[in-house]
């Protein structure tokens, strides 16, 4: 444990960050959902078209490159995350036994 540390409002503050960057997840995953399925739609409906061909290749493409932004984007708020809890594993009394300690 760290002296000199205001150990309620760092707690406060690692919560807030925690609840934040689950928020975010929460988000990103919402629109990913949201936008594969509307790829999904857009393939289904110029799938049997004439001159539709590529649609399907470019619904690919844009899928992939959606799904490697939201992949490194969840990659990133894990690891805000494992800072924010590090932090408090730094600065937490030695006798802290969690939420669930009597």
Wanted: negative net charge; aromatic residues 10%; contains cysteine.
């Amino acid at each position: 444990m760290l002296t000199g540390v205001d150990l309620e409002a760092e707690w406060k503050d690692i919560k807030e960050r925690i609840k934040n960057e689950n928020d975010l997840i929460h988000q990103r995953m919402s629109w990913f959902s949201t936008f594969q399925g509307l790829l999904f739609g857009a393939v289904a409906f110029a799938w049997e078209k004439a001159g539709a061909k590529l649609i399907p290749f470019i619904a690919c493409g844009v899928g992939i490159l959606v799904s490697i932004s939201v992949g490194l984007s969840l990659y990133r708020a894990n690891l805000a995350i494992d800072r924010a809890t590090a932090r408090w594993d730094e600065i937490k009394p030695a006798d802290y036994r969690g939420l669930d300690s009597e």
